[in-house]
């Protein structure tokens, strides 16, 4: 991500003002590699979508290979040019002029001269094996994190995985963030939610996204899971982070839900806190009057297993209010997500802690 970043700023520095006006955008996997008599690379080939496009290579055009370095020169020729397997995937910042190259088939498509060319992904043919023996190949991308996506031999893609690292790849307008906490604080939330890992079990979901397709056929659509951990509020005591775990709902149909967990840190020390001992009132308090206090749960069944079902890690603390999310199958008869919030200006006097209360969001 880091890496992805300072090409961009280089990119605009490099281009000045008129490069929105006067670039252009390529992007697709590598089918054909042209060289000159000398073995100098003059073009790639690269298709998107079934439609191919060229990036023509001139003596000034950037290279960025997939592995971090400081690449310069023909180390970073030579580094980028083991990457140019078929099927690995590349972005282009190319002048916007169309020109024409002929392919090795025969075929003239449309080209355009490369100012910066990265790889973005690597395909790892037949990484693993399903249960039924079928192999399914990996593409290792590097557009938000550790992202990865699991297809079939033909380009049929199962699942897609959104790992966007700790709570320090993360900004939110108008709130603090990781980088506003002491050195020690941050070397202990950084250790925990490396230490939090994956909320869930990857392999056995892109098996049940591999059993959608066989049942869905063309109609499946590729899965996809997303975990992020950012700040959501804070005060002069305390800094809050969510943990949110978007997973498939119904494999294959584009349907998905999000949990939500909540951790507290002690900004200076970067204690985690319990989520209970945020409230001035018991455990047992907490579970009964929440759901009450929402102010939109009347049913008093409903209530009750709200009560049995909630958890500590469930608590969310944002700048007005405390959510909680229940995730699908959760509560009876409640077959999708179920959130509940509460805003602390309407809690009872003594409800929270006073010290507990995140500082409201500056507009």
């Given at each position: 991500?880091?890496?992805?970043?300072?090409?961009?700023?280089?990119?605009?520095?490099?281009?000045?003002?008129?490069?929105?006006?006067?670039?252009?955008?390529?992007?697709?996997?590598?089918?054909?590699?042209?060289?000159?008599?000398?073995?100098?690379?003059?073009?790639?080939?690269?298709?998107?979508?079934?439609?191919?496009?060229?990036?023509?290579?001139?003596?000034?055009?950037?290279?960025?290979?997939?592995?971090?370095?400081?690449?310069?020169?023909?180390?970073?020729?030579?580094?980028?040019?083991?990457?140019?397997?078929?099927g690995n995937?590349?972005?282009?910042?190319?002048?916007?002029?169309?020109?024409?190259?002929?392919?090795?088939?025969?075929?003239?498509?449309?080209?355009?001269?490369?100012?910066?060319?990265?790889?973005?992904?690597?395909?790892?043919?037949?990484?693993?094996?399903l249960?039924?023996?079928?192999?399914?190949d990996?593409?290792?991308?590097?557009?938000?994190?550790?992202?990865?996506?699991?297809?079939?031999?033909?380009?049929?893609?199962?699942?897609?995985?959104?790992?966007?690292?700790?709570?320090?790849?993360?900004?939110?307008?108008?709130?603090?963030?990781?980088?506003?906490?002491?050195?020690?604080?941050?070397?202990?939330?950084?250790?925990?939610?490396e230490?939090?890992?994956?909320?869930?079990?990857?392999?056995?979901?892109?098996?049940?996204?591999?059993?959608?397709?066989?049942?869905?056929g063309?109609?499946?659509?590729?899965?996809?899971?997303?975990?992020?951990?950012?700040?959501?509020?804070?005060?002069?005591?305390?800094?809050?982070?969510?943990s949110?775990?978007?997973?498939?709902?119904?494999?294959?149909?584009?349907?998905?839900?999000?949990?939500?967990?909540?951790?507290?840190?002690?900004?200076?020390?970067g204690?985690?806190?319990?989520?209970?001992?945020?409230?001035?009132?018991?455990?047992?308090?907490?579970?009964?009057?929440?759901?009450?206090?929402?102010?939109?749960?009347?049913?008093?069944?409903?209530?009750?297993?709200?009560?049995?079902?909630?958890?500590?890690?469930?608590?969310?603390?944002?700048p007005?209010?405390?959510s909680v999310?229940?995730?699908?199958?959760?509560?009876?008869?409640?077959?999708n997500?179920?959130?509940?919030?509460?805003?602390?200006?309407?809690?009872?006097?003594?409800?929270?802690?006073?010290?507990?209360?995140?500082?409201a969001?500056?507009e």
């Open positions: 991500m880091k890496r992805i970043l300072a090409l961009a700023l280089t990119l605009l520095l490099a281009l000045g003002p008129s490069a929105c006006q006067d670039d252009k955008s390529v992007s697709g996997s590598l089918v054909e590699v042209q060289t000159d008599e000398n073995g100098d690379l003059t073009a790639l080939v690269l298709e998107r979508d079934g439609k191919r496009t060229g990036v023509l290579l001139a003596e000034k055009t950037g290279v960025w290979p997939w592995e971090e370095g400081s690449w310069t020169g023909e180390e970073a020729m030579e580094a980028f040019r083991k990457d140019l397997q078929p995937e590349l972005s282009a910042w190319c002048y916007s002029r169309r020109e024409k190259l002929e392919t090795a088939e025969g075929e003239r498509i449309p080209a355009y001269w490369g100012q910066n060319i990265r790889i973005a992904g690597i395909l790892k043919r037949n990484a693993l094996t249960r039924d023996g079928t192999a399914v990996v593409m290792e991308e590097d557009y938000h994190g550790d992202d990865r996506t699991y297809r079939l031999s033909d380009g049929t893609e199962l699942l897609r995985v959104r790992d966007n690292g700790g709570p320090e790849n993360h900004y939110v307008m108008n709130l603090e963030s990781f980088d506003d906490l002491s050195e020690a604080a941050k070397e202990r939330v950084r250790d925990y939610y230490a939090q890992g994956p909320l869930y079990d990857e392999l056995e979901e892109l098996e049940k996204s591999y059993a959608a397709y066989l049942q869905l063309e109609a499946f659509s590729c899965d996809w899971i997303q975990q992020d951990a950012v700040p959501t509020a804070s005060n002069d005591k305390i800094m809050y982070f969510v949110s775990l978007r997973l498939p709902q119904e494999h294959g149909e584009r349907v998905s839900y999000e949990q939500q967990f909540g951790g507290a840190f002690d900004r200076e020390t204690e985690k806190l319990s989520n209970w001992d945020l409230f001035a009132v018991s455990e047992e308090e907490v579970r009964r009057r929440l759901p009450e206090l929402c102010g939109w749960v009347d049913e008093p069944e409903l209530r009750r297993a709200m009560s049995e079902a909630l958890e500590g890690d469930m608590f969310v603390f944002f007005e209010h405390v999310d229940f995730p699908p199958g959760t509560l009876p008869g409640e077959e997500s179920y959130l509940i919030s509460l805003n602390y200006e309407d809690a009872p006097e003594g409800f929270f802690q006073p010290w507990a209360v995140p500082e969001r500056s």
